[in-house]
């Protein structure tokens, strides 16, 4: 069964095809010994047999389950505990870099209980809470389809209500208040609630990443910058 699943200390610059180009370059960095956080890299191979058959290739899930459980003993955290959590990003990484054009998504791991265990890891209320609400807005927007435009609307909404200048004026009830607003609008929009396993979160993440290479901004770059379309993209959880 093939590999699809690499540490940030395997592999290296060498094999910017099957770990994209950001992969490599953290594999490399990682082996040289600098001050790289852990994270692991789903190979483009994956990407492109995911957007070729429409499913995962056998065996994907339980080599992200392993690397994970790696990663969540090497931080001695669990992702999304809900009193000290692990929270992860997901980003993509092709063999050439293509800025801004496929999907990102931060803070992978944050629900309503996990919220409370970052207060508690940071110190700092609000902090968890603008993250939480953060979350639900990139979530919603990239992984689930809803429209991205609705949340800025109950943002300015809210700040106009509370004659708030910049998101920064709205303390923490206010950030409380548009998460319960945003999950309001993620129901309404999808028909689904925003999910609280933190593994469905992971999941679902990883498949609109894969799924972004296919996006008309990245379609639209590769052809300006004369990319090819089969190469699929990395993604990179840390």
Not at 149 to 161: C, G, H, N, P, S
Request: proline share 4%; glycine share 10%.
């Amino acid at each position: 069964m093939a590999k699809h699943v690499y540490d940030f200390a395997e592999g290296g610059r060498e094999m910017v095809d099957l770990l994209g180009g950001k992969g490599g370059n953290l594999a490399e960095m990682t082996n040289l010994g600098l001050p790289v956080p852990p994270g692991f890299t789903i190979t483009t191979e994956a990407c492109r047999a995911f957007l070729g058959e429409g499913e995962l290739p056998a065996g994907l899930n339980d080599e992200i389950t392993e690397h994970l459980h790696k990663l969540e003993h090497d931080m001695a955290r669990t992702l999304g505990d809900p009193e000290d959590p692990l929270l992860v990003s997901v980003r993509s990484g092709a063999k050439f870099s293509m800025p801004g054009m496929m999907d990102t998504v931060l803070d992978i791991g944050l629900n309503d209980l996990s919220v409370d265990g970052l207060t508690k890891q940071s110190g700092n209320e609000r902090f968890a809470w603008d993250s939480y609400r953060r979350l639900i807005q990139m979530f919603a927007k990239t992984v689930m389809g809803a429209n991205g435009d609705l949340f800025e609307e109950a943002l300015q909404e809210l700040k106009v209500e509370r004659k708030a200048r910049t998101d920064l004026d709205l303390d923490t009830p206010d950030l409380k208040r548009l998460v319960t607003t945003y999950k309001a609008i993620v129901k309404k929009e999808t028909g689904l609630d925003f999910p609280m396993e933190p593994r469905a979160q992971l999941d679902a993440a990883i498949l609109a990443v894969f799924k972004s290479w296919n996006g008309e901004r990245a379609r639209i770059y590769r052809r300006q910058e004369r990319i090819a379309e089969n190469l699929g993209t990395a993604v990179h959880i840390c």
